[in-house]
């Protein structure tokens, strides 16, 4: 099961098949190449990966924008949890299979996002994540 990963329900972070966790199903995407997600089974290595925002982000870049939004706006650690996924592009359902919540705990969590950072659309939400580091 060389490249095939696992999930883990501490943190939702792959770990490598082997060390006592549940494993997934292995796709096989090539890096740059899309694939239709199932929705009803687990997720693959890729999908797992958070993406950047933009195509001028880094990750880490990235993390650190959504880390001094966090700290501008007052976030809570499971609300920068989710402004890091939901603005790197990341779905409410997705998030809540991450997180084990249902999707409308995670909407919860975003119309908080929007109100304390005083947005109404993931594209300004994002647009001010790009901004943060320039403030």
Not at 109 to 135: F, M
Request: proline share 5%; with cysteine; glycine share 6%.
């Amino acid at each position: 099961m060389a490249g095939t990963f696992v999930e883990t329900a501490s943190a939702g972070a792959p770990v490598p098949a082997g060390e006592g966790a549940i494993p997934v199903r292995d796709v096989g995407v090539a890096d740059g190449e899309a694939a239709a997600a199932d929705p009803s089974g687990p997720l693959n290595e890729a999908e797992m990966r958070p993406v950047a925002a933009t195509a001028s982000l880094s990750t880490d870049s990235f993390a650190d924008q959504v880390t001094l939004v966090a700290e501008r706006f007052r976030l809570s650690p499971r609300e920068t949890e989710v402004l890091r996924l939901f603005a790197a592009g990341r779905s409410a359902a997705f998030i809540a299979e991450l997180q084990f919540v249902t999707t409308n705990t995670v909407r919860s969590h975003i119309k908080h996002i929007y109100g304390k950072c005083d947005v109404h659309s993931r594209q300004e939400l994002i647009t001010l994540i790009e901004r943060a580091a320039d403030r």
